[in-house]
């Protein structure tokens, strides 16, 4: 038997509810940018998440991605240099290889697709300063934590 309108709906708050908890698993806010970036198709821009297009639909899925996307985008916006910082170096801190992912996004700068399609431009050039920034001074951090033997 087919569901209402109400029936939907009240089905999709606990299902939206459950992707709130798992974007909180994530700890930190570049985390979360770099999951949600990954779940948009670059060519199309659409973001694709089966298990939770399976409990609402790919419609409401792609909206509640993009809405999280968007939201987690403007907070990491809201940190200031040094905070996130601290954020950016507690996701390194949980990847294997973190200097070689430091110096693969500071020479691909991949970083640059991390921001939402809904962000304004002035928005984007502010991430990506900053992101230009944290990344030249975590790539001599790295450097000086671990110089290279044959320098």
Known sequence: MGKSA??????QEPAGDLWRHTLARIPTLSG????LSSLRNLASGAYEHNGLARMVGDEEAADTLRRSH???FQ???CLN???QKTDLQDY???IPAPAAVVSAWHSSASY???APASALDIEKQLFAGDMETLLNLLKHEYCAASP???S
């Open 92 to 94: 390194l801190a949980e």
């Open 32 to 35: 979360r940018l770099i999951y």
């Open 75 to 77: 907070d990491w916006l």
């Open 112 to 114: 640059r697709d991390w």
């Open 6 to 11: 109400a029936d939907k709906g009240s089905g």
């Open 148 to 150: 290279d033997p044959k």
């Open 70 to 72: 968007a939201r987690s």
């Open 81 to 83: 240099l040094e905070q």
